[in-house]
């Protein structure tokens, strides 16, 4: 999975992790769609 930043991660990187660990959830998923910005 590639991941795009808009903004500068270092501040949600925590967030990032935290959502990649519980990728089982599916409010991870919701998480990840917040978070991440992928350019295809």
């Known amino acids: 999975m590639k991941v795009f930043y808009k903004l500068d991660p270092k501040p949600q990187v925590w967030l990032l992790e935290k959502c990649q660990s519980t990728l ?3 409010k991870s998923q919701r ?3 917040s978070l991440y910005f992928s350019n295809s």
């Open 24 to 26: 089982d959830n599916l």
């Open 31 to 33: 998480c990840l769609n």
